[in-house]
């Protein structure tokens, strides 16, 4: 899809500068490594603010997580997950064993850890909060309790492996890897019961990778994990986003989103979608970032741009200029930004 470059998009008439008002809130969706998180929104909103234009990062990535990873949030992955996980156990086994799960689990397998997972909600309830504050360097006493393997804990088949490989006599030394692995079996847990695009460090990447065929990659944005617990959290992003603009609160703002890996899209993609909702007219949607670059230059569903009214592509300060300057918010600095497309505007963000 060709798009004129940035200096033919027509130029909003410039909105008064309020560098105290955030008129960008640059979003990391979910979900990227935890441990190491994708710097370019950092790096974009000094860029931003040393031109005076208010901004705001938040990482949903970590925001969604700590939604879940909860004694609440567990609650209601276990009261949703117990009906379809005893629908699926009551129900005859399928012809031949029925095919394996993707990480090659047989379906006897599947339903022996669906029952046991289902038999140890309590423990879990009791342990999410400790096991995360320790993983964050909160609760290091807790390592005692991870490396004693005494039933004081859940567990799971990755976890079942690792102990197996150090002959069930883990050490405090080992408690980092006996927790992380707890997270995986639970969130493989939520991937059998609830939902199949979910993983711990990305969504929907199988289906992301497909976007080209856009209906398939847009069956990303509907699954459950993000319908219980994105929609919360982005509803209260907008009601700090209202909150914050409060005196200039008729004026657009810029909702820019980076997607660096395929498994961002889905949230990418959900974000962009209740923004709009939510603001309508008031808020500008552009995407940017490695998966932009590499996957969608060549993009033809115009269904995308329902969602996203700028693609940024390729060097991120030019191309969010260009953006800022034909929504009038920064009209006064020279663009030089490479060209991208939506809708007959244009971009590049990295």
């Known amino acids: 899809m060709s798009a004129p470059r940035a200096s033919d998009v027509p130029r909003a008439s410039a909105a008064p500068r309020a560098s105290g008002v955030p008129r960008v809130l640059l979003l990391q969706p979910p979900f990227v490594q935890l441990n190491s998180p994708y710097p370019s929104t950092w790096y974009l909103s000094s860029f931003l603010a040393g031109r005076g234009i208010g ?36 129900a005859p086994p399928p012809a031949g064993g029925g095919a394996p799960s993707v990480d090659g689990a047989s379906e006897s397998a599947i339903r022996f850890n669906l029952s046991r997972f289902l038999s140890q909600e309590r423990l879990w309830l009791g342990s999410i909060d400790r096991l995360v504050a320790y993983l964050r360097g909160q609760d290091p006493e807790y390592a005692h309790v991870l490396a004693a393997a005494n039933g004081a804990t859940p567990d799971g088949p990755r976890l079942d492996r690792f102990l197996q490989s150090v002959d069930f ?7 980092p890897v006996v927790a992380s692995l707890l997270l995986a079996d639970f969130a493989d847990f939520v991937t059998t019961a609830l939902d199949a695009n979910f993983a711990l460090v990305r969504y929907a990447e199988s289906l992301s990778a ?15 994990i993000l319908s219980a617990f994105y929609a919360p959290l982005l509803e209260a992003e907008w009601d700090k986003v209202e909150a914050e603009a409060a005196p200039t609160v008729s004026e657009p703002f810029i909702l820019a989103c980076t997607i660096p890996f395929p498994g961002c899209l889905g949230g990418a993609l959900f974000a962009a979608r209740s923004a709009k909702a939510r603001f309508g007219s008031r808020v500008r949607t552009l995407a940017g970032g490695g998966y932009v670059n590499t996957e969608l230059r060549s993009v033809r569903s ?10 940024c592509f390729d060097r991120g300060y030019g191309s969010l200029s260009a953006v800022l300057d034909a929504e009038g918010i920064l009209a006064e600095d020279v663009v030089d930004g490479s060209a991208g497309s939506a809708k007959g505007a244009l971009a590049g963000a990295d």
């Open 55 to 90: 901004n705001r990062v938040t990482d949903h990535s970590i925001g969604l997580f700590e939604r879940i990873f909860c004694r609440e949030g567990f609650r209601r992955v276990f009261g949703d997950a117990r009906p379809a996980a005893l629908a699926r156990l009551a």
């Open 169 to 175: 006599s883990p050490s405090t030394d080992d408690a």
């Open 210 to 224: 497909s976007v080209r065929e856009f209906p398939t990659a847009e069956k990303a944005a509907s699954g459950w």
């Open 302 to 311: 115009a269904r995308f741009f329902d969602y996203f009214d700028y693609l």
